[in-house]
């Protein structure tokens, strides 16, 4: 069994009456709560203030069923209009938050059987908008029909009820856990989903956040790791997550350029062109080095010292790296400590790779990619494809297709190193989105 916290209004058969447990008695000899909170409206303050019969009667369940809870008494002794539900909305929501905070671990249960109707109305909706689970519990009377109302005497012998409750001898549960929908849980899911669908992962999890502890724990992980993923930062994702989304592997190298080019595509799908359109360089300066490194065979990067600027000392000293610096180097400016660029890659394309099929669609990202720094560098505009239309440039959606078809062309050249390869999964974000609706959509 669970650990259980109990909120519980009182009613007027409580805790004892027609020789068995009233709702309250009777829930707390099931669950065993360690903590047990009564609310007392004015006329059950009273009883309660005259006999104390209700506290009495809970130290006598305990003892005899072996546990220990703690008591706590909300009482109202000017509280007489207990039929007004709205006030019972308010009344109770911080009560239940303060319980929940007190006991985060534990379960609530909520007598919803007790009490005035207003009062159990009150109760079974708040369960429906809490941010957190809680188990509403109603109980049936022992005869199976309306209970006959014999309720305590004013004068009560709490000696005497108890050694009269059936219950301690002729015990069946009468306990009825009520099913619910916690539609705050839905209603923040739908939001949830909406977020994911705009590929919004930090609004995702900010929405999540309040209502963690009715989800569960899987999804809000992957909704963490999402956020994660899309800085960027998927090194810092829990290992068995990464395994799932096809992060591991031994090639880190190239799992970050993959990763890369799909935030590029994400960028590019919720329309935030400004960040797409400068995220080109780097994505285009990684994939002129493999292609024109790897594939095609020159290896500019081994001329260049730690921080990526090239040696003319080292490239001189060799066959290979004199060869580069008749393409690189004019007479009248030296490529030594200069940084390796894109347009370093690109001159090699035009003059030793024009034939490949890569080539191509590299070289037009290069046009477009040189024509955009040129542009928005001495530009202050809103940036968008408009924009794009004005200056001669491509949409944002053909910048993305000539990127698949430049990783597609590197992919399938069969010619010099075939390990050369970038392995894309253009669709991950979106599978990755619908495992974490799944996720959602289970129940904790």
């Not at 609004?203 to 502890?213: G, I, S």
């Given at each position: 069994m669970g650990h259980y916290v109990l909120f519980s209004p009182v009613g007027g058969t409580d805790p004892i009456a027609n020789e068995r447990d009233g709702s309250m008695l009777h829930i707390c000899r099931k669950y065993k709560p360690d903590c047990v909170m009564l609310y007392l409206s004015q006329e059950i303050c009273e009883r309660h203030r005259r006999d104390d019969r209700y506290c009495d009667s809970l130290r006598r369940l305990a003892e005899r069923e072996g546990f220990s809870p703690e008591v706590l008494v909300e009482e109202r002794p000017e509280l007489s209009e207990v039929q007004i539900y709205d006030f019972f909305f308010q009344e109770f929501q911080p009560l239940l938050l303060d319980l929940h905070r007190r006991f985060p671990e534990y379960l609530l249960i909520l007598n919803i059987a007790s009490g005035t109707p207003?009062?159990?109305n009150a109760l079974?909706?708040?369960a429906a908008f809490l941010p957190f689970p809680v188990l509403p519990v109603q109980t049936a009377t022992p005869v199976k029909a309306q209970n006959p109302r014999l309720e305590p005497h004013m004068d009560y012998d709490a000696a005497l009820y108890w050694e009269c409750d059936l219950d301690n001898e002729d015990y069946v549960d009468r306990c009825q856990e009520c099913r619910y929908e916690n539609l705050n849980a839905q209603l923040q899911k739908a939001t949830i989903a909406t977020h994911l669908d705009a590929y919004d992962y930090a609004?995702?999890?900010?929405?999540?956040?309040?209502?963690?502890?009715l989800l569960d724990p899987r999804a809000f992980a992957l909704l963490e790791a999402a956020k994660a993923r899309l800085e960027l930062n998927w090194r810092s994702i829990k290992p068995e997550i990464r395994s799932g989304w096809g992060l591991a592997g031994s090639d880190q190298g190239r799992i970050n350029v993959a990763e890369y080019l799909l935030w590029l595509?994400?960028?590019?799908?919720?329309?935030?062109?400004?960040?797409f359109l400068r995220g080109l360089t780097p994505g285009l300066f990684a994939l002129m080095q493999l292609a024109v490194e790897e594939k095609a065979g020159y290896p500019l990067s081994a001329y260049c010292d730690h921080e990526n600027r090239f040696c003319r000392s080292r490239m001189a000293a060799d066959s290979l790296g004199q060869e580069l610096l008749s393409w690189l180097e004019t007479p009248k400016k030296s490529i030594d400590r200069t940084f390796l660029l894109s347009s370093h890659y690109a001159v090699i394309l035009r003059q030793k790779c024009s034939g490949r099929t890569w080539a191509v669609p590299l070289l037009h990202l290069r046009q477009i990619e040189e024509t955009l720094r040129n542009v928005t560098a001495h530009t202050i505009?809103?940036?968008?494809?408009?924009?794009?239309?004005?200056?001669?440039?491509?949409s944002s959606q053909e910048i993305i297709k000539t990127i698949k078809a430049a990783v597609q062309a590197i992919n399938q050249d069969s010619s010099g190193n075939t390990a050369a390869k970038l392995a894309v999964d253009?669709?991950?974000y979106d599978v990755m989105n619908q495992t974490i609706k799944r996720a959602?959509?289970?129940t904790k």
């Open positions: 207003a009062m159990k079974y909706l708040l609004a995702a999890l900010a929405v999540a956040a309040p209502v963690r502890a595509q994400v960028k590019q799908r919720r329309g935030d062109l400004a960040d505009t809103r940036v968008d494809e408009a924009w794009l239309r004005s200056n001669g440039l491509d253009w669709g991950a959602l959509g289970e």
